[in-house]
């Protein structure tokens, strides 16, 4: 699976429903086992969040861009699939959740790339149910740091704090992925699927739980006029700097 | 303490009984302060749980085995003794699980032993307790990793991932445990108890909350039809291996 | 801040109070976003609790003196300001305490310093919630050794465990210190505050939940006759090792 939303796989809302779509298609095709995420971007994994769905728009669509953000955690991260991400680029905050999600992550050499949560960085805050899942992968404190920082790791250092499972020259990412994949399919379904429930229900239930109330949270933390007037800052930053 | 059901150690209802029986025996006597659990089969710690228990027997026999098998885990894990595991033998599944339960693992170095949680290499699903035990032992990553991949892994890879303490040459694994004992034996027994209960309590606490309904869920699941069938040609090939 | 008890910075219940105060005064003052914590006696961060405050007392004071405690941690562990330990000399027990509420820590390369949670050598327990923040920050198996054996760790072997993040000559201290401190304050503080609560809350919360039960258990164990005993007889000991 490729994602391909040029130049920079934002996980625009169009982006994430498609994403959700193509996911129920490939779990409901009984000769699919196994996925491999990677990018058609060239250096971008995905850049994560699409922010202008975060900025000047209503309410309600924050809600839904949240929701949708949230759908994709949950279809993910509890996919009956076997998922491995190729990551073939820099994947930044909603990048890096998408990479976290999968049962096995490879990563390309390339000392210019760079994976993490840099949501701090930007005067924004991961949701606890992301954060969950960093500590799932690489424990308490190292998440305190990482988070609280904003930390984008190069490759060597993510391997080293247990952000991805393996590096390898960049021209063999995709083989990587794709006999990472194999070793995880040559277990039988059922009860690797059943462990993998054991193993991450309990994280994704305590977002289940109260879904609506935390998305409330989101649609008044955004809303606020000190933080649209930050984002739109950031955003024609951003947009000076292409130009 | 030595296991003994030769040849491989197979945790059958009969030692199971009896390992709770001695267990109880020892905390209650008041001259035994620490307990070293080794096995009496050359080559093999424990082969773990004993398949032909869940394979052509009634559901009350399955609930019976299932509940045996907590209440040794209960045992084991809660023991207000001082436990050390002199692995001296491969070690898989409910083998492994009574090495995690100790306070200390040590393995003996030999290349063709091997320790872990490979149910899901037999097609069937380590219960969410001993999930938890894992997870408290080597952290909740590479739990994901060696439960749903069914690792077992040699002794100095199981050093490397946290799944034993020391791994020292066979013939020194006996002395090495009692000299372990002797090191836990000399804190005062009262604030090293209430400690392994800090610790310990909330771990075992998820599984008295629904033990009932946790020993039901498990004889439905091992009942089904297609699970006992798998069950039966597992145990033909092991037969077939042995003749 | 550098705490000030000669001769070995006991945490008094005088020194307990002053310190919450101070840390309200910086919380609130505008012009302080981090704090580095260190020492004014040579060679002690802080000896930990003072034992002479839960020994020949009443019941009361016993309450008061923990309640303080308790204070004082969920005033640090929760702090919207950047704290950095410079831990320029041994800090068992409550001193380790302190250290651990930090973001960050630095630790003085002198091999006569220790660093741990020791409670289990003088026959005492550490509290729930102090176990809750050591398994945070160097994971749940490490947590069962170090507080079971009571290990007090030198400044290497304390970085390799997890327990403090920087190992520096001790010269150097205080300036890594306010480095790390920079570089913790180089964030919003809004962002860096909300994801320190994120990651910080529900550990505190398991305190905050049951807090009269909690101290009422701590006046009944350490209100016993053999307990008290015990702790007459080390400070004692004390007394003479110092004549």
């Not at 809302?13 to 995420?37: A, Q, Y």
């Not at 969950?132 to 904003?150: F, K």
């Not at 229900?201 to 930050?230: C, G, H, W």
Request: hydrophobic share 45%; proline share 5%.
């Amino acid at each position: 699976m490729k994602l391909k939303n040029p130049p920079v796989n934002l996980l625009s809302l169009e982006l994430l429903t498609e994403f959700v779509i193509s996911l129920e298609k490939l779990e409901n095709d009984k000769d699919v086992r196994g996925v491999v995420i990677t990018s058609d971007c060239p250096g971008i994994f995905s850049a994560g969040v699409d922010l202008t769905e975060m900025c000047g728009r209503t309410p309600a669509h924050y809600a839904e861009y949240w929701k949708a953000l949230q759908e994709l955690w949950l279809h993910l991260y509890l996919s009956s699939l076997v998922l491995v991400a190729a990551i073939n680029g820099t994947s930044p905050a909603g990048g890096c959740l998408v990479a976290l999600t999968c049962d096995h992550r490879v990563m390309a050499d390339n000392p210019k790339y760079r994976i993490g949560l840099n949501e701090t960085q930007l005067g924004i805050v991961a949701p606890f149910w992301l954060k969950d899942m960093l500590v799932n992968t690489i424990g308490h404190r190292a998440t305190e740091r990482a988070l609280q920082l904003g930390l984008l790791f190069p490759p060597v250092e993510a391997l080293q704090v247990g952000m991805v499972d393996q590096v390898v020259p960049e021209d063999q990412v995709q083989a990587s992925a794709l006999s990472a994949a194999a070793r995880w399919m040559a277990i039988p379904d059922h009860a690797r699927q059943l462990t993998k429930d054991v193993m991450r229900k309990p994280t994704a239930e305590r977002l289940l739980r109260q879904r609506e109330a935390y998305i409330q949270n989101f649609v008044d933390f955004i809303s606020r006029a000190p933080m649209q007037k930050a984002l739109q800052l950031y955003l024609e930053k951003l947009k000076q700097r292409k130009a």
